[in-house]
């Protein structure tokens, strides 16, 4: 049964820092990943797609790495502004078509 | 393109009723999932439908079930509701073209009391 952790729940760290994300999910056939942003009480905004057979993507600030063998993935944000705090959630995708979702990390950005 | 739309935004639900829910894809996108989010459960799959047919189901009970129309639009239906039903309630649509993205909808808030 697959199953998908984030470390950590929760980070708060000052602006203009780098940081990372960590995803890690328990078998390795995925179709896909996907990094996912929520604000609260809102839905959740796509960031980034990795395909099973992809290492990384970038989009802006965002880099997410995926090592299938490992079972892991990473968000890297550079440079982190306030308007980066929310909660972002990992998915893997199956390929019976449902997302597995891990429980995401509360990240606060103190200005 | 317009995104996934849901309607309506918020719902209070009294137990014991029922409740439909509706959520209308980005358009020609035909695949249409449904998931659940609580705070203690986190997100969990409900359904997904594909050219009207059902393709997987989660692990809920019977009081839940969904539907497809032929111009892709999706119906969730919730019977005899419980307190634990209340949650915020996302839908998502993708093309079956090569990626399986899930673009998300705003979600259907809805209160059980």
């Known amino acids: 049964k697959q199953e998908v952790t984030q470390i950590p729940a929760a980070l708060s760290v000052p602006e203009g820092e780098n940081l990372v994300l960590n995803c890690s999910f328990t078998d390795s056939a995925i179709y896909n990943l996907q990094w996912f942003r929520q604000d609260p009480g809102k839905g959740l905004t796509s960031l980034l797609l990795i395909q099973s057979s992809q290492r990384e993507q970038t989009s802006g600030r965002l880099n997410a790495s995926l090592d299938k063998s490992s079972g892991r993935s990473t968000l890297y944000i550079a440079a982190s502004q306030p308007g980066d705090s929310a909660t972002y959630l990992c998915?893997?995708?199956?390929?019976?078509?449902?997302?597995?979702w891990g429980a995401g990390t509360k990240l606060i950005i103190k200005p | 393109k317009a995104g996934v739309t849901q309607t309506p935004r918020y719902l209070i639900k009294t137990r014991g009723q029922q409740v439909t829910l509706s959520c209308s894809p980005i358009?020609?996108?035909?695949?249409v999932s449904w998931y659940q989010q609580t705070p203690g459960q986190g997100l969990q799959f409900l359904f997904e439908?594909?050219?009207?047919?059902?393709?997987n189901k989660g692990n809920f009970p019977g009081r839940f079930s969904g539907r497809q129309f032929s111009n892709s639009r999706s119906e969730m239906n919730v019977s005899t509701l419980e307190l634990g039903d209340s949650a915020l309630y996302l839908c998502a649509s993708s093309s079956e073209e090569g990626r399986y993205e899930q673009y998300f909808g705003p979600g259907t808030r809805l209160t059980v009391t």
């Open positions: 358009s020609g996108h035909r695949s």
């Open positions: 439908y594909f050219s009207e047919t059902q393709r």
């Open positions: 998915a893997v995708f199956l390929s019976n078509y449902q997302l597995i």
